[in-house]
């Protein structure tokens, strides 16, 4: 992430021993690394619960989409089913009007 080599490191140190001083130098690097862990840990834990609610949404367009293909299935079922029995009874009705005349009637 960053770019910063042991020189650059050794200069910082030196600087942040002669500005702060050597009683308090120790104390200072522990304050540091404490509030270094605390962004480390709250970055991860917002990192994961954008990645957790990133995942739910996408199990939410799943569902969706698999709710929307079974109604159209079972509306395609149902518009099936509707028509048979249409579809026999003009049969029926077909087969009673040639026995009845003898001659054959077109559907409507």
Do not use: C
């Not at 690394?33 to 962004?39: T, Y």
């Not at 939410?60 to 028509?83: F, H, P, Y």
């Amino acid at each position: 992430m960053f770019d910063i080599g042991f020189a650059e490191l050794l200069l910082i140190a030196v600087v942040a021993l002669l500005v702060i001083g050597p009683e308090r130098l120790p104390g200072a690097i522990k304050t540091a690394s404490v509030w270094l862990g605390r962004l480390k840990r709250s970055y991860n834990d917002i990192k994961r619960e954008v990645e957790l609610e990133l995942h739910n949404n996408e199990v939410m367009e799943n569902l969706k989409r698999a709710q929307t293909e079974v109604q159209a299935s079972i509306s395609g079922d149902t518009i099936t089913q509707d028509r048979e029995p249409a579809d026999s009874l003009n049969q029926s009705a077909q087969a009673e009007s040639t026995s009845q005349t003898g001659t054959p009637t077109e559907p409507k």
